[in-house]
């Protein structure tokens, strides 16, 4: 069975690590989300009047790009810690350099390491949860004791 690639993944196949390789690109899809919501909100007047509807469409991209890590590493908790904090660390740099250009952005949202944190906190409940989850499964597929053998 062939797996789907993401758009803009061959440019990243010189990662021959799997955990490296969706984490860069988790990475680049949420500050690509970032400058696009950011330009929307700075540079496009027409969208004041919908930007409670602007704001959320940025949410739900955001959580989409997030899926990511989770949906590649479902079955394997450490691999999906990694890539998710790996990419949401390369968001937090791309955060820090907005604020170069948009001065305001840190006052208005958050600081670059509470951004960072943030997700790296998400990442590491939803793979704490996994893992949790993986060994409850295990426990309800073993059975309650061990058979008998007869002599």
């Given at each position: ?41 700075t540079r496009l007047p027409f ?68 951004v960072f944190m943030l997700g ?32």
């Amino acid at each position: 069975m062939k797996t789907a690639e993401l758009p803009g993944a061959k440019w990243f196949h010189w990662l021959r690590n799997l955990t490296l390789r969706v984490g860069v690109l988790t990475g680049v899809y949420l500050t690509a989300v970032m400058v696009v919501a950011v330009l929307a909100a700075t540079r496009l007047p027409f969208l004041e009047p919908i930007a409670h509807l602007r704001n959320w469409a940025a949410y739900a991209a955001f959580l989409l790009v997030m899926l990511v890590p989770i949906a590649t590493f479902r079955r394997r908790p450490l691999q999906l810690l990694a890539a998710g904090v790996l990419g949401w660390a390369l968001f937090a740099l791309a955060y820090q350099g907005m604020g170069i250009f948009f001065p305001n952005l840190h006052a208005r949202l958050r600081q670059p390491f509470n951004v960072f944190m943030l997700g790296a906190i998400v990442y590491g409940v939803l793979a704490a949860a996994t893992w949790v989850a993986q060994i409850a499964l295990g426990l309800i597929q073993q059975p309650a004791f061990a058979p008998r053998r007869k002599p």
